[in-house]
């Protein structure tokens, strides 16, 4: 599956969503996302996976896939889901920290 194959399988499992900017990059490096991540986002929409509680009006999903590479949900309370982010270990920090998720919370 080819990256604008994987961003049409995701839009289709969550709407209109945006994609970080090093999207592409690692989803052309990370191998099997077809079989990895798609599984996983279908149980993160029919609410099969618990989301990490933040202080912010926003509800996090993170997947971790291989050793340093990171997939975060981003879902607006209103129960949209606007943002789908890969990255290496150290986007997913600057992430984390960002949406003030604390630093030993984990959901992968």
Do not use: Q
């Not at 340093?68 to 150290?90: A, D, M, Q, T």
């Amino acid at each position: 599956m080819n990256v604008e194959e994987l961003k049409l399988e995701l839009k289709k499992i969550f709407g209109e969503v945006i994609f970080n900017k090093e999207f592409n990059k690692y989803a052309i490096t990370i191998k099997n996302l077809d079989v990895n991540l798609i599984p996983w986002c279908m149980k993160v929409k029919n609410e099969e996976i618990l989301a990490i509680p933040t202080k912010r009006d926003v509800i996090i999903f993170i997947k971790k896939i291989g050793s340093s590479n990171r997939c975060i949900i981003i879902k607006i309370v209103n129960g949209e889901f606007k943002e789908i982010h890969l990255g290496n270990h150290r986007y997913y920090d600057k992430l984390r920290n960002k949406l003030g998720i604390k630093k030993g919370s984990r959901n992968c």
